[in-house]
């Protein structure tokens, strides 16, 4: 199946920048949407970004121009720019697959802005 492999998560302070990567192996079907999500310790899941099947970006609100997510055939991409100390979590690649309930996730890569 699909196997989801993040990388480029570290320590930078505020206003600094990081490129995490997810490099997956398996098959990626067309229909299928790709993302990155965020969980800050005590928090919920949140949806960062997301490529739907047309191939259209979708962001959170909280992004506000600073993030932006690419693909490169079975990589993905998400740079990161002016970071918080809000935005430290842990961040997730995710690959999902609605029609057999399939929902595909990374072991995550941490981010961590000091102030």
């Known amino acids: 199946q699909v196997r989801l492999v993040e990388s480029g998560g570290g320590l930078v302070q505020a206003g600094g920048s990081l490129r995490l990567s997810c490099a997956a192996s398996?098959?990626?079907?067309?229909?299928?949407?790709v993302g990155w999500y965020r969980q800050a310790p005590g928090k919920k899941r949140e949806l960062v970004a997301r490529i739907t099947s047309g191939e259209s970006t979708n962001y959170a609100d909280f992004v506000k121009g600073r993030f932006t997510m690419s693909r490169d055939k079975n990589t993905f991409y998400l740079q990161l720019n002016s970071l918080k100390p809000e935005d430290t979590a842990v961040y997730y690649c995710?690959?999902?697959?609605?029609?057999?309930?399939?929902?595909?996730w990374g072991q995550g890569t941490q981010v961590t802005v000091s102030s």
């Open positions: 398996g098959e990626i079907f067309t229909r299928d949407i």
């Open positions: 995710n690959v999902y697959r609605s029609w057999g309930n399939y929902d595909y």
